[in-house]
């Protein structure tokens, strides 16, 4: 170090230095197109319309809720009026078995009115009829009157009155087997009707829900081609302007690297007591700068692409000096530099020092101002950077 300096003192100046260059640049350029509240702003509408679509799909989600629970309750109206209908079919047959048996009823209603006439003819044959008890027995109102009347008639015998008896019991059971008949039958009828009505109401209510959700999926395919657009969109913008700022980052370094080259090379203290004159490090160095933007790949030496020990070895090939690709041998390629006696030119090392030349990773060029020039990692660019990581670990100057 010049004159005793400490290393702190040596960066002290660096800062110092690096402050001047940095007033001296010209004001920053304008924000790049598209800017970053145009980049937010299509983010929020890609928010705004996944929040809509998000809600639409609540919506929807509870439309088929309904929609299954009406599903399910048309489902048993269906089947009640499915059982109405077997049940139905059971009273017809019932019906048509209590019709028969109606009619059997009758029959011996009319077998027994028969037997009664012909008992009132035997026992009164010969007998006046305008006398007044068989115009009694003969007066209008049918069997029924008769035997009403004949009941009355003391004068008769037990097989009489066992046949007037049998008259009375079929009649009695004809009418109430009629009258239970049209009973069942009625309310058989009523029961299926219903259960129709309410077959036709679920059903009407399963379409109206199917309809409902129909539309909520019509919606909600229409939010989403708004989300997907508005997503597209911003992530569109957001790429541009990555790229426009890769841009912008790119043209500063090169402006910077542009007027360090013109100002000639600087050791950390200082600038070379040679001037502007070019030496073989300037030449390295200057090469290397024309590379900027050219994207790293991994074992990479050019014309299109680099890796970190490629590009240094592509450079100072540009003045006749032959290095390995590889960062083991750059490191032993030259005499060790003092970090307060750097050139332009100069191979940076970083990594750990250890008996495993494999152990240090990486190299860079330097080009003054404590900054260098390298190729970073995959996904990045050649670019210029500060020399200052926690991993250097010293540097070499080839011959």
Not at 34 to 45: L, Q, T, Y
Not at 154 to 178: C, F, H, I, N, P
Request: charged share 25%.
């Amino acid at each position: 170090m010049r004159g005793g300096e400490s290393m702190h003192t040596v960066k002290k100046r660096l800062l110092v230095a690096c402050c001047l260059l940095v007033a001296t640049c010209p004001p920053a350029a304008a924000e790049p197109a598209p800017s970053a509240g145009e980049v937010a702003e299509a983010r929020a509408a890609v928010r705004h319309r996944a929040e809509a679509l998000g809600a639409a799909s609540v919506r929807l989600a509870n439309a088929h809720t309904r929609l299954e629970a009406l599903v399910a309750e048309a489902g048993r109206k269906v089947e009640a009026y499915n059982g109405q209908l077997v049940r139905l079919e059971q009273a017809k047959a019932r019906h048509a078995a209590a019709t028969v048996r109606l009619k059997a009823a009758e029959a011996k209603v009319a077998e027994a009115s028969a037997a009664v006439s012909m008992l009132a003819a035997q026992s009164y044959g010969g007998m006046d009829l305008s006398n007044p008890m068989v115009g009694m027995l003969s007066d209008e109102g049918g069997v029924p009157g008769y035997l009403h009347r004949a009941g009355m008639l003391a004068s008769m015998g037990d097989e009489q009155g066992e046949t007037l008896k049998l008259v009375r019991d079929t009649q009695e059971v004809a009418a109430v087997l009629r009258a239970q008949t049209q009973e069942a039958y009625a309310e058989q009828q009523d029961a299926f009707r219903q259960a129709q009505e309410a077959k036709a109401a679920a059903r009407a209510a399963v379409d109206r829900q199917a309809r409902e959700a129909k539309l909520i999926e019509a919606e909600k395919r229409r939010l989403q081609s708004r989300v997907d657009a508005a997503r597209s969109a911003a992530e569109r913008l957001a790429r541009q302007r990555e790229e426009a700022l890769e841009r912008a980052r790119l043209e500063r370094e090169a402006r910077l690297a542009t007027r360090l080259a013109h100002r000639g090379g600087a050791a950390a203290g200082g600038w070379d007591a040679g001037g502007s004159s070019a030496t073989m490090g300037d030449v390295a160095a200057d090469w290397a700068l024309s590379q900027l933007g050219k994207p790293y790949v991994w074992a990479a030496a050019g014309p299109s692409s680099y890796d970190c020990s490629g590009l240094t070895m592509r450079a100072w090939e540009q003045v006749g000096v032959r290095l390995d690709h590889w960062t083991g041998t750059q490191w032993t390629s030259g005499p060790h530099i003092p970090l307060d006696q750097l050139r332009r030119g100069d191979l940076l090392f970083f990594g750990k020092l250890t008996s495993n030349p494999g152990d240090i990773h990486h190299v860079g060029m330097y080009i003054g101002r404590g900054l260098m020039v390298h190729a970073p990692q995959t996904g990045d660019v050649v670019r210029v950077a500060s020399m200052w990581r926690r991993d250097l670990v010293g540097a070499t100057r080839p011959r």
